[in-house]
């Protein structure tokens, strides 16, 4: 019963996220390290170095004013989680190289700190996804802000976005 309510929440959550955007343009992201659907390496999880992964966003609509980039696991028990988020990225952004964070504004994790938190699931295999939305002007939000503020911050604002998932189980 509570995976159902889980596994409802996280469909509409990611429906609402999906409606922000206008038009349905799409961006790519990327990652050197591991495929669309594929494993993540676990350097880039709290069994390695939790490092974040080489990522490489392309096809940035022209009136980009700023990027978002959000990671997240809507598998983790107490539904999604959020693993980081960051804000105010520039449009020009194409490449975050592995173990560096863009210099913009970073909210809070579901850790409760700023900054990359990789992938940790208490048992099974979760997916992580990596999604990064155009919008149409810079946010007003200051470092730190959760999610919900963030979320808030972008409703009407997103005019495209892409995604990139990976998969993690951590070894026994």
Sequence with gaps: MQKG???GASAILLAAIASFAAGGAKMKITSSAFQQG???PSKFSCDGANTS???QISDVPPETK???????DPDAPSGLFTHWAVWNISPQTS?????NAPK???GTND????????PCPPSGTHRYYFRIFALDRELDLPS?????QLDAAMKGHVIAQGELMGRYARKK
């Excluded at 490449?95 to 173990?99: C, K, L, P, S």
């Excluded at 850790?111 to 990789?118: A, D």
């Design 111 to 118: 850790f409760g700190k700023s900054g990359y938190g990789g």
């Design 38 to 40: 594929g494993n993540i």
């Design 53 to 55: 992964p080489p990522l």
């Design 5 to 7: 309510i889980i596994a």
């Design 144 to 148: 730190g802000a959760k999610r919900s």
């Design 104 to 106: 913009e504004v970073h």
């Design 66 to 72: 700023s990027v978002v980039l959000i990671v997240d």
């Design 95 to 99: 490449t975050i190289a592995e173990g």
